[in-house]
């Protein structure tokens, strides 16, 4: 069940996965800030990912309000749905500007994200909630990539700060992360991959080599380094090998605890695919989406771009990495 407000994409979809060829599918219209709607399209439904939200920084700060309503009261509204309706598993999608944010949109994310946590605390409940935090998404809509690609035509590169970096994952590292984060989770976690930042300049050489970088200010809300977990979450925080795990010790696991139940999972061993395709097999499926899509168009010229990319997006910690949760979440060059 797809559940979205934008009539618009559900259309699309629905033409590219039609009923008749994909007949466990059904696209229901609505909004996260409507309970009941929610809780009548839970009906039946065993597994949630929670994609809804508004997410430009610029438009948080203008029009703070809606994004507390979307953001915050939507979450709430999701929760208890999914509590009533006895859903199985939950995982909720957040950002890395839920990390010691200074824009309202972080704000209201990284509110999302302890409501979802508080969540486990549910007396009586057996509805597992986790979350999921990861950076940029390479390519997606409303994202720096397509955005230069089309301000490459005119030979002129808008940059907000030189020394500016994001974090990076790929719409599949994304994907696979909450396939595994709703196998895996214990409940209560905030999932974080080891993902790596690039810089912004680095981005514009790769697609525009020609282009002039015209220094343009940062935008209100804006960071020039984001950062994944923060000094003071990184010590709840553990190693589960390609991802690491903030726990909620202050009504969840003690961190000793939880290794001592992850004991199985190994550090380093995450799900497979083939494990994670048959862990879903039978169960009944519910994404909210919201309307931050990758349109066919920038995918078509993203992988055009593909061989200038490596070099830039290279990782921040070289072939060995990190070796502590807070290194390696702030990106390369931020002077601490």
């Not at 009923?19 to 949630?48: H, M, N, Q, T, W």
């Not at 994200?113 to 549910?122: C, G, I, M, P, S």
């Not at 690491?244 to 969840?252: C, E, M, S, V, W």
Request: a positive charge; glycine letters at 8%; charged letters at 25%.
């Amino acid at each position: 069940m797809v559940f979205r407000r934008d009539e618009l994409k559900q259309l699309e979809m629905a033409q590219k996965f039609p009923v008749d060829r994909y007949s466990g599918i059904r696209f229901f219209l609505g909004d996260v800030r409507d309970r009941p709607r929610l809780r009548r399209a839970l009906e039946g439904i065993e597994v949630v990912v929670h994609a809804a939200a508004l997410k430009q920084v610029p438009a948080a700060e203008y029009n703070p309000m809606e994004f507390v309503h979307t953001n915050v009261l939507g979450a709430e509204n999701l929760i208890e749905a999914c509590v009533d309706a006895g859903v199985q598993r939950v995982v909720a999608l957040s950002t890395d500007k839920a990390a010691a944010p200074i824009n309202l949109y972080g704000a209201t994310k990284l509110c999302s994200d302890k409501l979802f946590v508080a969540a486990n605390a549910y007396i009586g409940r057996n509805t597992v909630f986790s979350v999921v935090r990861y950076g940029n998404v390479m390519g997606s809509r409303g994202s720096v990539i397509p955005f230069f690609l089309e301000r490459a035509k005119t030979k002129e590169l808008p940059i907000t700060d030189p020394s500016m970096t994001r974090f990076n994952i790929t719409l599949q590292e994304g994907v696979e992360m909450v396939l595994w984060a709703l196998q895996n989770a214990l409940g209560g976690e905030i999932f974080v991959p080891k993902i790596p930042s690039y810089r912004i300049t680095d981005l514009a050489k790769a697609i525009g080599p020609s282009c002039r970088q015209k220094i343009v200010g940062i935008r209100p809300g804006e960071k020039v380094h984001e950062e994944m977990i923060t000094n003071s979450d990184s010590f709840t925080t553990v190693d589960l090998g390609k991802y690491y795990a903030i726990l909620n010790t202050g009504g969840g696991h003690s961190v000793l605890e939880y290794l001592r139940k992850k004991k199985g999972l190994g550090k380093g061993s995450p799900t497979t695919r083939g494990r994670t395709r048959s862990f879903f097999r039978f169960l009944k499926f519910a994404v909210c989406l919201s309307s931050i899509l990758i349109p066919s168009s920038s995918l078509s010229d993203f992988h055009s771009l593909q061989p200038a990319l490596p070099g830039c997006l290279r990782h921040p910690g070289g072939s060995q990495g990190f070796k502590d949760p807070v290194s390696y979440a702030r990106p390369r060059n931020q002077k601490v």
